[in-house]
């Protein structure tokens, strides 16, 4: 019965570079959050997605960001021409409906 | 505009002992309520709930309080343990179809002692 797994746990990108972030939700959840924990701040919702909807994402930045959940597969979270100022910890969580949320590992992102 | 706020940035408590972990929120909106644990380099854990329509909650050696009026909620654990040494964060939700989208707060990190 495993959880959610979130992959890479670390990744390193040189700036201008993309970043993508996988996330597999666990078993029979279909609604998938993203959040991202900045140096020393707390978590930040990010995106809800349902399999091929983007539900809310009124935390997503308005450029480079991009969220996807499709009908096969992981979630990925898409940052394009990384900057310093992503660099941060991303934690993808699942939930059922009306349940509480359950979260992964986080992805280490490093922007050098 | 911070819309929930934990107050105490630490909390250091003698094992056996209650601790008591507070959170205030501003927005009238939120109607479900989760306390996290969280490790370093570890995803949050889910801990325990509070729905608005009740005032307490007991898991174990966890009970949360909800004060409505007061807009204040508040975590106890009874006994600490030295297990319990984490990072602990308030996020409510205001739920609709579903509890995952959350206001996190700064956090309170708890630390018992042996």
């Known amino acids: 019965n495993a959880g959610v797994m979130q992959n890479p746990r670390h990744l390193v990108r040189r700036r201008g570079q993309e970043a993508r972030l996988r996330c597999s939700p666990m078993?029979?959840?279909?609604?998938v959050y993203w959040y991202r924990q900045l140096p020393e701040e707390g978590l930040k919702f990010m995106v809800y997605?349902?399999?091929?909807?983007?539900?809310?994402e009124s935390g997503m930045p308005k450029e480079r960001f991009s969220a996807e959940f499709p009908k096969e597969g992981p979630s990925i979270l898409r940052i394009q021409q990384v900057v310093r100022g992503d660099s941060a910890a991303y934690f993808c969580?699942?939930?059922?409906?009306?349940?509480?949320?359950?979260f992964g590992q986080g992805t280490r992102l490093t922007v050098v | 505009d911070q819309q929930v706020k934990q107050n105490s940035p630490s909390l250091s408590v003698q094992e056996g002992r209650i601790s008591i972990l507070n959170c205030d929120y501003t927005n009238s909106m939120f109607d479900y309520f989760l306390w996290y644990k969280k490790y370093p380099a570890e995803g949050p854990t889910f801990l325990i709930s509070i729905s608005s329509i009740k005032d307490k909650n007991e898991d174990g050696r966890f009970t949360v309080f909800l004060n409505k009026s007061a807009k204040h909620l508040s975590l106890h654990i009874v006994p600490s343990q030295p297990g319990d040494s984490a990072v602990y964060f308030c996020a409510p939700a205001s739920g609709g179809t579903s509890y995952g989208k959350l206001t996190f707060g700064q956090g309170t990190i708890l630390t018992v002692h042996p």
């Open positions: 078993k029979g959840h279909s609604h």
């Open positions: 969580a699942s939930s059922q409906l009306r349940f509480e949320a359950f």
């Open positions: 997605l349902q399999k091929e909807n983007i539900i809310d």
